[in-house]
């Protein structure tokens, strides 16, 4: 079934653009399914489940962490993760600096934009990155892209609206603050329900669960 799951979901997939297993809460059985039908990105929200299953899945395996990010919290994956989807804040980005520095690393991350109408979701305005002084002062983070989360609603034309802005978002950044950066190109945005919309306003990363791994388990 994961398997399955799997290779429908690549097969919609454009050139260019990469599928992100949002495994939280999934046991390792499962993930190790979908390793098998040949699936390498993975997607964690908890640093302590994240080093778990890191620590008896096979190596090769590019773990993305995709929560909200804790800082007192990155020392459980900063040795190992491939990058870091939640940095949302000035002070975060510090923090990644700060942990990647003491293991010897340099981390791919990127910055998370609220696009949502909803208050709960996190992230930067345009203007709070582009007068971000301290990013050229940062040897140990990478700033690959953006990524952004949707409302939660049944409006598709929102939606669409939410993701259309994050590409705008990306153009400006790319044409600006990384311009001449070739490390700036993902735009990380578009779960299970609304993937395809992402991919249409130029998504480079989907972050799917549901439609891989069956229905959430909320245990946390």
């Known amino acids: 079934m994961i398997s399955d799951n799997i290779q429908k979901i690549k097969s919609t997939l454009p050139d260019g653009v990469r599928l992100i297993a949002v495994s939280k809460t999934k046991p390792v059985e499962m993930l190790q399914e979908a390793y098998d039908a040949g699936q390498r990105l993975f997607g964690e929200n908890y640093a302590t489940e994240l080093r778990d ?8 395996i590019e773990w993305h962490f995709i ?27 510090e923090a990644v600096e700060h942990a990647a520095a003491k293991v010897g690393r340099t981390v791919n991350v990127l910055l998370q934009f609220h696009i949502a109408q909803e208050e709960t979701k996190f992230g930067f305005t345009l203007d709070e990155v582009a007068q971000l002084e301290s990013l050229p002062q940062m040897e140990h983070v990478r700033v690959c892209g953006v990524m952004g ?19 705008r978002i990306f153009d400006e950044l790319k044409a600006s603050v990384f311009a001449g950066n070739p490390e700036f190109r993902e735009l990380s945005m578009g779960m299970s329900g609304d993937y395809q919309i992402a991919i249409e306003e130029g998504a480079t990363l989907v972050r799917i669960g549901s439609s891989i791994f069956g229905a959430r388990v909320y245990n946390r």
Not at 53 to 60: G, I, N, S
Not at 149 to 167: G, H, W
Request: no cysteine; glycine share 6%; net charge positive.
């Open 53 to 60: 299953k890191h620590a008896v899945m096979p190596q090769d």
């Open 67 to 93: 929560g909200h990010l804790q800082p007192k919290q990155l020392k459980y994956y900063i040795g190992f993760v491939s990058m870091i989807h939640g940095v949302d804040s000035v002070e975060h980005l």
């Open 149 to 167: 989360m949707a409302s939660l609603t049944a409006d598709m034309q929102q939606v669409r609206s939410e993701f259309r802005n994050l590409k």
